[in-house]
């Protein structure tokens, strides 16, 4: 199990991560705050005088994803293309309520006055990788939910490896030694990526280091699953000193 290509884009598409915009005729614009919709579109959080807020265009916008550790795989960059419309009115504070769910920005406050949302609807979704472009099916994407892990990815690893290693790298090992995979006692597997479906592991070799992942079965549903789910192992050693 491992997150479809819809589920990427959605989560890149509800992240935090800055968005690049691009449109015909017009400087590219970079660090644009953004938000999503349940059903995808884009919510762009604009100043009042910047050209995107000034009428309805073609767009194209970039989402990086942010690895949440130095030496984490990417999951590549969002390209959204479709058309870019100013709101008002109601529609601008439902909005701005959409955006507030993962990015409670200021500047929402000001919706209709020194900010604009510009709406971008999707017409075309792909996921930019190293090697290749990955199309998603736009009805897939529409149905496709965020991960709810997403947000906390970053600090819920980094949370596993400095405060409960002494637990955590015992149960890594004993988790891919029960799928047959072979690894050195004195070795240390590495948590490298985080989402509801499961951890991606590094393991160290010789040459260059194999990556395994290790499921979660159902998928989480979001961060008090994954602490309910690895309370025994991270905190059995409480339990045998009360």
Known sequence: MRPSRAEIARTLASSTALATVVARRLPAVTGVRHGATTDGRILLLCHRDDPLAATSRAVI???????????????????????ATPLAGAAARAAADAIAATLPDPDLLDVGHGSVIVEVLP?????????????VDLDDYRQASPDPVAPAERPLLVDLVDHHGPQFYPFLRQQLVAAGIDVPADCLPCPLRLDRHGLLVSVPTDGPAACYRLCFTPPLTGQADLVNRLHAVLFHHRCDHP
């Open 123 to 135: 017409k075309r979704v792909t996921l930019v990788g190293r090697d290749r472009d990955l199309p």
């Open 61 to 83: 916008v970039h989402v990086a994803d942010e690895p949440p550790l130095p030496f984490s795989p990417t999951w590549g960059r969002l390209r959204v293309g479709g058309r």
